[in-house]
């Protein structure tokens, strides 16, 4: 089993900045990618990062591209997710998840809330 904490969110104005966090702990050496999504009121979650643990390649999507850049440290299980240039269309709950060489993210979090102030 695998346990995931978020931490990080928080209220910021438009242009503004925050930094994501998210521990692992268990069994972390089963893991195989680390991924961030996002749920914002009345839409459906959506992927936003991730991260292959092995070799560190990150995707994103293109709505956070050039904004959002994942790290990791690998002593830690701690994954980073720095935001910059926040915008009114990032406010949402932002979940961690975890999964093994499987397709679907069997692992998430409790979620952490971001709020961007105009």
């Known amino acids: 089993q695998v346990s995931l904490v978020e931490s990080g969110g928080g209220l910021v104005q438009a242009g503004g900045s925050l930094r994501l966090s998210c521990a692992a702990s268990g069994r972390t050496f089963s893991l195989y990618d680390r991924g961030w999504f996002r749920q914002a009121p009345g839409k459906e979650r959506e992927f936003v990062a991730r991260?292959?643990?092995?070799?560190?390649?990150?995707y994103y999507a293109d709505s956070v591209k050039g904004r959002f850049t994942l790290s990791r440290d690998n002593a830690t299980n701690t994954v980073y997710l720095p935001m910059n240039s926040l915008n009114p269309e990032d406010p949402a709950v932002y979940y961690c998840a975890a999964r093994s060489r499987i397709p679907q993210y069997a692992y998430w979090g409790q979620g952490t809330q971001v709020t961007v102030s105009s």
């Open positions: 991260i292959r643990w092995s070799g560190g390649s990150t």
